[in-house]
């Protein structure tokens, strides 16, 4: 079938593959290194809570066959080293099923995590990097041309990220409507980035400037994406572009990345006067066609979910309309907030609290904490912690699952919930006691830079967690974990509350913008 095969864009599906495994990569290793804390067996949202309470069908995965900590880290890992070998080009040297198969166990695998990861797995990217590498499962590889009807679904995907980001924006927030979003997001978004402090002093026209570029990115731009050739490449390169802005100015984890390779999707190497494989690939085989075909229609009817969200005025964002999350709507930052307010954790050793005891405070890796520190560059990695903590400031509700079992292993200085932290005032003998406070952040201007050399500033409002020791945790049903290595404090008189719940089920909260 010539309308089938697209060999001109051979670059591009090798660019796409490469990329989606990096993401994966990516996905796997952060999964790997925090699910201890976050979801294993001791960790604030045990997964094995979770699978009593929830059945298969509402979340499929591995692990409703078999939990243990030790199979969760030999399923991430796996994750992560397949994902190395598809980035190094295993996917081109294996035969086409073996391809399809190896794509297949990837998304697999992370659909499995992702389906067990309660509000930590509840970003808009997950469901993001499930749909695109499903979709990956159908790029074929080297001993066949590129499909063209997969690549129009990574288009059609693409134009669901970018619009519904917009839509969501013009239906929502007064201040994108008026351009002036821009000038509180750079300092409220979840986690800003190291030039985050530069993008929020730009002059106030060039704020407008951006929101209005923002929205024909995100309305104007997306329409390209679905047009013929060359509109549809250069459209996937604004894509590029402001994607590549978003990156520069906050961490979003791999939602940037992820987007910008989907984007390459659509563009073709030739009209951009880029190098064009000139071989002569074979046609594909008869079943890979049928394949191809069946998914295209698969998607066409699990379209129509996203595009009535899309159509209506009570659009919702990043939802997921099955458990497999394929074809989801997207979108983010429908409001802005105009003030930041940050939950600061802190310990003391002292075995009685007084108006006199000293407070030392726990450090986040990309969390605002210290107002001397520079935000840093995460992303494309995760930092799931620090994200929940962001909303956590926004309202206690967000937090109520986790912080108490997260000030539980803070007590017991747990190794693997210390190891998501980026310092720990306590590094000897747990602490006696923890505490939170809600404080309003701003950025410093120019002058209070020079003079103070700080980045924040911060005005203490009220407490957010009165102080607390094991044994008040303990009548309120949490405990620290009970691991070999958290048995640095008494545990006498710690007990579960029956019944007491591991929280809600999975949702999305709101993810960073297009």
Same mark, same amino acid.
Request: glycine fraction near 8%.
């Given at each position: 079938?010539?309308?089938?095969? +697209? *060999?001109?864009? &051979?670059?591009? %599906?090798? $660019? !796409?593959? @490469? ?128 499909? +063209? *009807?997969?690549? &129009?679904?990574? %288009?059609? $995907? !693409?134009? @669901? ?128 066609? +049928? ?224």
């Amino acid at each position: 079938m010539d309308w089938f095969a +697209a *060999p001109e864009y &051979w670059p591009s %599906r090798v $660019l !796409v593959q @490469r990329l989606l495994a990096a993401v994966y990569f990516t996905g796997f290793l952060a999964a790997a290194a925090q699910f201890r804390a976050l979801i294993g067996t001791d960790g604030m949202l045990p997964v094995p809570r979770f699978t009593a309470r929830v059945p298969f069908r509402r979340a499929p995965g591995l692990f409703h066959l078999h939990y243990s900590d030790r199979f969760f880290a030999a399923v991430a890992w796996t994750g992560a080293v397949l994902s190395a070998a598809l980035v190094c080009g295993l996917g081109d040297a294996a035969p086409l099923w073996a391809s399809m198969l190896l794509w297949a166990l990837l998304w697999v695998l992370y659909l499995s995590i992702v389906n067990v990861g309660q509000t930590w797995y509840s970003f808009g990217w997950e469901s993001l990097l499930l749909e695109a590498g499903f979709l990956a499962v159908f790029l074929g590889n080297a001993d066949t041309a590129p499909p +063209a *009807p997969t690549l &129009w679904l990574m %288009r059609w $995907l !693409v134009f @669901r990220v970018e619009f519904g980001a917009g839509l969501i924006k013009l239906r929502g927030d007064s201040c994108w409507r008026d351009l002036t979003c821009l000038r509180y997001h750079h300092e409220t978004q979840p986690m800003p980035g190291p030039l985050s402090w530069f993008f929020h002093h730009l002059p106030a026209p060039l704020h407008r400037i951006e929101v209005a570029a923002n929205h024909v990115a995100q309305l104007l731009v997306p329409v390209g994406l679905l047009l013929p050739q060359p509109v549809a490449g250069y459209a996937a390169c604004v894509v590029v572009v402001t994607q590549l802005w978003l990156v520069a100015s906050g961490n979003f984890a791999w939602l940037n990345w992820l987007t910008i390779t989907l984007a390459l999707a659509a563009v073709d190497p030739a009209r951009l006067g880029l190098p064009v494989h000139h071989g002569s690939p074979a046609g594909a085989p008869v079943w890979f066609e +049928a394949l191809v075909i069946a998914l295209t229609a698969l998607v066409a009817v699990l379209s129509y979910w996203p595009v009535r969200n899309m159509l209506s005025r009570g659009q919702v964002m990043n939802r997921s309309f099955n458990h497999l999350h394929l074809v989801n709507t997207y979108g983010a930052f429908g409001s802005v907030n105009r003030i930041r307010q940050e939950v600061v954790v802190e310990g003391t050793d002292e075995p009685t609290v007084t108006p006199q005891t000293v407070w030392h405070e726990y450090g986040f890796k990309g969390k605002p904490g210290d107002v001397r520190r520079l935000p840093r560059q995460y992303a494309p990695y995760h930092l799931r912690l620090d994200w929940l903590m962001w909303f956590a400031g926004l309202s206690p509700a967000y937090a109520r699952p986790w912080f108490l079992p997260f000030v539980a292993r803070l007590l017991a200085n747990d190794p693997d919930t210390l190891r998501l932290l980026r310092h720990n005032p306590f590094p000897d003998t747990p602490p006696t006691h923890v505490r939170a406070t809600l404080h309003h952040y701003r950025f410093t201007d120019w002058r209070e830079l020079r003079e103070t050399g700080a980045w924040w500033h911060r005005t203490a409002l009220h407490e957010y967690l009165e102080p607390v020791g094991l044994d008040t945790l303990a009548r309120a049903g949490h405990r620290p974990p009970l691991g070999r290595r958290a048995r640095t404090v008494p545990l006498d008189g710690l007990r579960r509350r029956p019944g007491h719940p591991p929280g809600p089920a999975p949702h999305h909260p709101p993810g960073p913008p297009g």
